[in-house]
């Protein structure tokens, strides 16, 4: 639903000085005193302008008075060099100005990019699964966007306040009847922006959606990563049609709303233009029948010029605070409910050794979802003891595995480590304690060191390195780099380089190996790798699994004989259980599994 579907466009105006208030005391955080500096500068422009207001008066008197020219300009030589230091005053003043905003925006930027990211990468994982969740993180990086221009938004806007605060009231001295009328000048086109903004937006808030699922289009479509993907298989003509037909549905969204800002330019342009010329039209009635002498006519046509580019200013810039102000609450509104959505769980510290962790009837149903993921799952692990989890797609594996690591947290029922409840205990003490090296890993743009090192601290030795290496065989292919542990994997960067699937998958177990975790959880670490690479992966999985628990989740049974006890899933629930030789014997689904497996 649109937010400002009912709000009002007094409502609407009232957004300006909430979004000035939030930008400063945002600003303030990140460099007070260049937002002490910002604020002086309007405070001097106005200054200069009343000053240059008053000396043109002063010079306008010997000018149009009588005298010889030398006379007159003597005269008004005074008042003259007032108004260069007046003006030399307004350009030092606008020069420091744009010297603050070029020190709080970049800084501001970060740090609203920054939050951003932290927000979604600290939120509760079961977030990604809310309906919307990724349409309001779309709408929030727009806030950040907005940032770049925010500080100079509302450092003009307050500047070309101060300044028509001054002029107005100039303008108020040598005849009141004339600042109604200038308001009046201004006001349609005040209106017209705000309206306009507010079509803008709604714009904006139709397109998320599309946008949304057009830049994963986008990225997926032309990333190297896909690209023999894209073209062995003839998906360019497909993908390309999806992505205009998105782009096409967000441009008939914007051609639609068209007219309706064109009426609204128009309606406010033309009576913009009657007020202007009735204000105009004043000022020379008021100089032609005397009621205002000829040298304050003079000085009234630039205190209405000044008064009306700073009242249009105002307008101009006000009208872009306020939209600032809508995507800035959109970014702050999911920053809040990613807040909400944050582990809040408990204090509990969790420590080595992880003796026992015990499952008892967890059920976790999937936001959204009407049947339940795992569903009445008991269980029980040990140190020493390697289980091996197997089962059809969609059976509920890497969803237990999630609920054992407290990445999840049961819906019903208790995970509990050495006795400690999950929904109790502290998440990074757990996570500290696990390594996980899930079915879909990633592939780090950054150098083979920081690949294995990712997550822990790097003590600036390279031996722990070279055994988690060692211990996946990825020595020779590591050695063989350009630049061996320092070798950026990222072919597209200049001088980066590129892994095979396998090597890839190696690399992701020697970074869960490196953590030497008291809890190992490996969902088909092999599944990429040739039979040399997956045999010594599980040699090394059998030699390690005195000191900790160990998790497999594979679906080549045979990898199965190394475990202690073996589970079967299916449909969220545990059928069957056992050593290797019992469940072959059993005539259960997993015998049946493992047939299907071998005949081939």
Same mark, same amino acid.
């Given at each position: ?6 709000? /009002? ?42 000053? *240059? ?105 307050? /500047? ?12 108020? !001295? ?63 003509? %497909? =993908? ?14 914007? =051609? ?73 609450? @959109? ?16 204090? *509990? ?13 967890? !059920?976790?149903? %999937?936001?959204?979802? @009407? ?5 009445? !799952? ?24 999630? =609920?054992?690591?407290?990445?999840? =947290?049961?819906?019903? #029922? ?20 696990? #390594? ?21 601290? %790097?003590?600036? @030795? ?9 211990? !996946? ?21 200049? #001088?980066?380089?590129?892994? /095979? ?8 177990? /020697? ?7 008291? *809890? ?12 040399? #690479? ?67």
């Amino acid at each position: 639903m649109n937010p400002l579907g009912e709000a /009002s466009f007094r409502q609407l105006c009232a957004q300006i000085p909430k979004v000035l208030r939030r930008i400063i005391s945002m600003s303030l955080r990140i460099d007070r005193s260049a937002v002490l500096l910002l604020l002086a500068c309007p405070v001097v422009t106005g200054a200069a302008a009343g000053v *240059l207001l008053a000396a043109t008066a002063r010079a306008m008197r010997p000018i149009l008075g009588g005298g010889t020219v030398a006379d007159r300009l003597h005269q008004a030589l005074p008042a003259l060099l007032a108004v260069g230091v007046a003006a030399g005053l307004t350009r030092v003043a606008g020069a420091l100005a744009t010297y603050a905003e070029r020190r709080i925006t970049p800084r501001l930027t970060t740090e609203t990019d920054t939050a951003l990211v932290e927000a979604v990468c600290r939120v509760e994982a079961s977030a990604y699964a809310v309906d919307g969740f990724a349409d309001r993180q779309e709408a929030a990086e727009m806030g950040v966007i907005r940032t770049h221009v925010m500080v100079t938004d509302a450092q003009r806007f307050l /500047s070309a306040l101060v300044r028509m605060v001054t002029a107005a009231g100039a303008l108020s !001295v040598l005849n009141p009847l004339m600042l109604p009328l200038l308001l009046l000048a201004v006001l349609p086109a005040g209106v017209g922006a705000v309206l306009t903004a507010r079509v803008d937006y709604e714009i904006h808030y139709a397109n998320i959606a599309d946008r949304n699922v057009r830049g994963m289009m986008r990225w997926w479509s032309t990333t190297p990563k896909y690209g023999d993907e894209v073209r062995a298989n003839s998906m360019t003509d %497909y =993908l390309l049609f999806w992505y205009r037909s998105l782009s096409d549905r967000c441009d008939q969204r914007t =051609l639609a709303a068209a007219p309706r800002t064109l009426r609204i330019a128009l309606g406010s342009s033309l009576a913009a233009s009657v007020f202007l010329v009735a204000t105009w039209g004043a000022l020379a009635w008021l100089a032609m029948s005397g009621r205002i002498a000829l040298a304050l006519a003079a000085t009234a046509v630039v205190a209405v010029q000044t008064t009306l580019a700073a009242l249009s200013q105002v307008i101009i810039n006000g009208a872009a605070l306020f939209h600032t102000s809508l995507y800035l609450t @959109d970014m702050q509104a999911f920053l809040d409910d990613a807040g909400e959505r944050a582990p809040k769980r408990g204090t *509990l510290s969790v420590a080595a050794p992880v003796e026992e962790i015990r499952l008892e009837e967890v !059920v976790y149903r %999937y936001p959204g979802k @009407d049947k339940p993921a795992i569903d009445g !799952v008991s269980l029980t692990l040990r140190r020493g003891e390697i289980l091996a989890i197997v089962g059809v797609n969609g059976s509920g594996k890497s969803t237990l595995t999630r =609920l054992i690591t407290g990445i999840y =947290l049961a819906d019903k #029922g208790r995970v509990g480590w050495n006795g400690m409840d999950l929904a109790e205990t502290d998440p990074a003490t757990v996570w500290k304690q696990t #390594g996980l090296v899930p079915q879909i890993f990633a592939q780090w743009p950054l150098r083979v060191r920081e690949n294995v090192t990712l997550g822990q601290p %790097y003590a600036h @030795d390279d031996g722990p390195v070279w055994d988690a290496v060692d211990a !996946v065989g990825m020595r020779q292919a590591v050695e063989d780099l350009p630049a061996g542990l320092d070798t950026l994997l990222a072919r597209e960067v200049f #001088g980066g380089a590129e892994l /095979s699937g396998g090597q890839w998958q190696r690399l992701a177990c /020697s970074r869960a190996l490196y953590r030497c975790p008291p *809890l190992l959880i490996l969902d088909e670490p092999t599944s990429q790798m040739d039979p040399r #690479g997956e045999h010594q992966i599980f040699e090394r999985i059998k030699a390690i699994a005195a000191n900790r628990i160990t998790i497999v989740v594979t679906h080549r049974l045979e990898n199965t004989k190394i475990a202690d006890h073996i589970v079967v899933m299916e449909q969220g629930r545990i059928t069957e259980q056992g050593r290797y030789d019992d469940l072959v014997h059993a005539n259960g689904t997993f015998a049946e599994l493992l047939e299907l497996s071998q005949d081939r």
